[in-house]
């Protein structure tokens, strides 16, 4: 069973800058898709942005021109660098890979444990 471990989440002011870092270890051979979700207190957990293995990358509107998604298909990690971070940028960012081993013909969901970013104003 593969697992998600993240990492670079912290308390930072506004305008300031974090880099997200996801890495999937265990038995997860490939993978479709990678990306980021946060959930503010109260509010359901949405998408940040994601990235395909082609590189197609989508991004939520609020954090486009400030958030970038890559991928490192091979180390099985994803980053999200985040920007001129505000206030609402707070929450609980989880990181989700959608793959599988290669052993198997579906894909499964693959969720991290969530690491916090907060930006004070």
């Known amino acids: 069973q593969a697992q998600l471990v993240e990492s670079g989440g912290g308390l930072v002011q506004t305008g300031g800058s974090l880099r997200l870092s996801c890495t999937a270890s265990?038995?997860?051979?490939?993978?479709?898709?990678m990306g980021w979700y946060r959930q503010a207190p109260g509010k359901q957990r949405e998408l940040v942005a994601s990235?395909?293995?082609?590189?197609?990358?989508t991004y939520e509107d609020s954090v486009k021109g400030r958030f970038t998604i890559s991928g490192d298909n091979v180390k099985n990690t994803v980053y999200l660098q985040m920007d001129n971070l505000k206030p609402e940028d707070t929450g609980l960012y989880y990181c989700?890979?959608?793959?599988?081993?290669?052993?198997?013909?579906?894909?499964?969901?693959?969720w991290g444990q969530g690491t916090q970013v907060t930006v004070t104003s």
């Open positions: 990235i395909t293995s082609g590189s197609t990358t």
């Open positions: 989700k890979m959608v793959g599988r081993p290669a052993w198997r013909m579906w894909d499964s969901d693959y």
């Open positions: 265990g038995r997860i051979d490939s993978i479709s898709t």
